[in-house]
């Protein structure tokens, strides 16, 4: 008879209590009850202002939270660590959190999990499932059957994966994860499955660069567009933090800038910081040093398109968003004083000042305020829009002023789905002085259909049309045409090509001398001549295809000291030698072109989001040095800038001639030519 021996008793006992732990009904409601009974650590005054969104993250309603704020505000502790006990200890389901790097992830497993988590709850480690490959640095599988995964930025951590809880921290400091997307957009979609139980959360100081350097703020609430953190705030429900003034008794948001307190820059350092105040964007009081623990401890949060009475109660409903998200800034920071804030500010800025390097300014910006960080050399100086504006004169559009000499005009090629010519016309008189007498885009051809200049050869005679052949009014009776026009053959494929065959069908049709092609060259060079005719012949070159035959003159230019020369005509503020007219009818948006680069010690670099009006204005500029404008002698000068009131200059006309003009057939130019597949 075969005789059975009965299984360990510790096997018994094992079996038990994996089956009581999946059973084991929830401990705890919410975050903060499990927080203040298992986490003694936690500070649940010292975080009050974390509490609703460690709420929001057992709320059904919402299949996310965001939490930006700046370090040392206990958000990573309040909002990740705890999370993470209350789902082992009370809610065990599929979790994983992400960290930055993998250095980081292994170092969260080992120090926050195996140290600290370990210590405030001693019962901790009978969550796990016995067997050794049920706890490594990476992975812990519980009683339950759970799982927390410890990982990093990588699309291999979320490929084919399914998770109840995610969880992102310090989102800004992570690598980018290629074309894939953002790595929140594929760590968020894991929880889809969970249905109205699952829930992602990121939190992070703000660390990607804006976007948008003319950006215009339209709600306190709303962050400036840049990618990372701040970019999915602005996708929730926006809750900023209010408090109260100890002047008015209203609430108010300080901005997260060093623009929220008046320092006085004649004190020594220490002394600034202690001075220094915060004012109160409701009736200008002052907030000083002595009541920063009150300022703090009376914070509400407020969302977008809410309310808040000066007795604290906030009114209104929230955006209807499944995003709850949150933006504190460094002012409410519970681990750092005003005053240490300030200083930090104040020891960067001298640094920069003395230096040039914005690195530590920007770590103050994005980890101190809780903001992001415009480079010095993107920014956008919108006052010198306002002065330009204010400086405008009533130039009539369309016409020439009685100083002018000679029109030059320039066109920038745009490819893609707005493709188009974009021309500007320049007037320009004795010594330099010049203005803009036309603006406008060719978008169409004839039949209404959109002008393609990277593939349609046709397309370009509408320059000649347009531009070439163009007059602009003098007088009731005299008109003048316009003199020289630069072309920009830079840009999409296929426009250099093209470039080089508009020029030769000129060539036929005696128009060539009127069209100057033109191509950026050094923009560094202070040494290089601004502008230099060569003749390109890519015929026997990799570049063959480019349309160069050596038979082409081509005008590259040193944009360095073209656009150092431009700066200097628009400073000038009093009418003379060189002065850049304001023409009134020009609008806002052209004003903001012609301030969209800045000068750093080397180049030119771009901030604004267009720049065509500055780069049309140094294409012409080019045209006055090639045309040796600098060197004429405006006592005898030559007949393409001679006075317009006799029969001097050779470009002014009477209103029969341009008619004449007009009506004169172009030469027509076979366009049996071969051109590069694709274009």
Not at 98 to 115: I, Q
Not at 571 to 591: I, K, Q
């Amino acid at each position: 008879m075969n005789h059975v021996s009965p299984p360990p008793t510790g096997d018994i006992d094992e079996l038990y209590e994996d089956v009581t732990a999946i059973l084991r009904p929830k401990r705890n409601a919410d975050l903060i009850a499990f927080a203040k009974e298992h986490m003694p650590s936690w500070d649940a005054d010292l975080a009050h202002m974390l509490h609703a969104p460690m709420r929001d993250l057992t709320r059904r309603e919402f299949k996310s939270v965001v939490f930006v704020g700046a370090a040392r505000t206990g958000k990573t502790y309040s909002l990740v660590t705890i999370f993470l006990g209350y789902t082992v200890m009370s809610d065990p389901v599929d979790m994983a959190i992400f960290m930055p790097t993998e250095l980081l992830a292994g170092y969260y497993s080992k120090k926050r999990w195996g140290v600290e988590m370990m210590t405030d709850i001693p019962t901790l480690s009978n969550q796990i499932r016995s067997g050794s490959g049920n706890s490594t640095v990476y992975t812990k599988i519980l009683k339950s059957g759970a799982i927390i995964n410890f990982g990093w930025n990588s699309v291999n951590q979320v490929a084919s994966k399914d998770f109840v809880r995610v969880v992102l921290s310090d989102i800004d400091r992570a690598g980018d994860t290629g074309s894939e997307g953002s790595f929140w957009e594929l760590a968020s979609k894991r929880t889809t499955t969970a249905m109205s139980r699952g829930m992602a959360l990121a939190e992070s100081s703000p660390g990607k660069p804006i976007s948008d350097p003319e950006y215009v703020q339209t709600s306190l609430h709303e962050a400036p567009p840049t990618t990372g953190i701040l970019g999915i705030y602005n996708q929730g429900n926006r809750q900023i933090a209010y408090s109260q003034c100890p002047h008015c008794n209203e609430y108010f948001s300080p901005i997260p800038d060093i623009a929220a307190f008046h320092i006085n820059p004649e004190l020594p350092r220490r002394e600034r910081a202690k001075a220094a105040f915060m004012v109160c964007t409701v009736c200008g009081g002052e907030v000083h040093h002595t009541y920063e623990k009150e300022f703090k401890r009376k914070a509400v949060w407020v969302g977008e398109g809410q309310t808040v009475t000066s007795e604290g109660v906030v009114e209104g409903e929230l955006l209807a968003t499944d995003t709850a998200s949150y933006w504190q800034s460094g002012w409410f920071a519970a681990f750092v004083s005003w005053e240490g804030l300030i200083i930090q500010w104040i020891d960067a800025y001298g640094e920069f000042e003395a230096t040039g390097d914005e690195a530590r300014l920007r770590a103050v910006y994005n980890t101190g305020f809780a903001a992001p960080y415009l480079e010095h050399a993107r920014r956008v100086d919108t006052s010198r829009v306002g002065i330009l504006q204010a400086r405008a004169e009533p130039l009539e559009r369309y016409f020439v002023p009685e100083w002018g000499r000679v029109l030059l005009a320039s066109v920038d090629i745009q490819g893609g789905r707005n493709s188009r010519f974009v021309v500007q016309v320049h007037a320009y008189g004795a010594h330099g002085e010049r203005c803009v007498v036309d603006r406008f885009s060719i978008t169409q051809r004839d039949d209404g259909s959109r002008v393609s200049p990277h593939s349609n050869i046709e397309d370009w005679e509408l320059i000649t049309h347009k531009v070439v052949n163009a007059t602009y009014r003098i007088s009731d009776d005299k008109e003048m045409r316009v003199y020289r026009t630069a072309i920009d053959m830079g840009g999409s494929a296929g426009v250099s090509e093209r470039a080089y065959f508009y020029w030769r069908t000129l060539k036929k049709q005696r128009l060539s001398s009127r069209v100057q092609l033109v191509k950026g060259g050094s923009a560094t060079s202070m040494i290089a001549p601004i502008a230099k005719i060569s003749y390109p012949d890519a015929t026997n070159k990799a570049d063959r295809f480019s349309g160069g035959r050596g038979d082409v003159p081509l005008a590259v230019l040193n944009t360095l000291l073209l656009k150092d020369a431009i700066k200097a005509s628009i400073d000038r503020e009093e009418p003379g030698p060189n002065y850049f007219h304001m023409s009134d009818w020009l609008t806002e948006p052209w004003y903001k072109e012609i301030v969209s680069e800045v000068r750093t010690e080397k180049a030119w670099i771009q901030v604004g989001r267009k720049n065509e009006a500055w780069d049309l204005c140094c294409y012409a500029h080019a045209l006055w040095f090639l045309l040796k404008g600098p060197q004429v002698n405006w006592d005898a000068p030559p007949s393409w800038c001679a006075p317009t009131d006799g029969d001097l200059n050779s470009e002014v006309m009477t209103t029969e001639d341009r008619r004449e003009l007009k009506a004169k057939p172009l030469k027509k130019v076979s366009r049996n030519v071969r051109f590069r597949f694709g274009n």
